[in-house]
């Protein structure tokens, strides 16, 4: 059986509790199942804010560029994201 490449937590900086079971659960799949061990726990997360975080942990650059790529296939720009947060804060004040 081929030796799959070990995967690496890139960013540490930002995970919750939460969060790094999440990843812990999905590096473990991983190491059983591969790659599609990896995604069948990424969907069994459920929440895509979580499933966000946790891949992100892995692959931060992919996940950013990701989301950039989206933003701009639906004509959001930062100012639009300032102005979204601005709205979101004022609300919970």
């Known amino acids: 059986m081929a030796r799959i490449p070990e995967l690496e937590v890139v960013d540490t900086s930002g995970p919750t509790d939460a969060d790094w079971s999440a990843i812990n659960k999905i590096k473990r799949a991983y190491e059983l199942g591969g790659e599609d061990g990896f995604w069948a726990e ?37 100012e639009d994201l300032r102005e979204m947060l601005r709205r979101l804060e004022s609300r919970n004040h």
Not at 58 to 69: H, L, N, Q, S, V
């Open 42 to 78: 990424v969907d069994a997360l459920g929440n895509i804010a979580l499933q966000i975080r946790a891949v992100g942990a892995f692959f931060p650059e992919a996940i950013r560029e990701g989301i950039k790529d989206e933003m701009a296939v639906r004509g959001i720009t930062r």
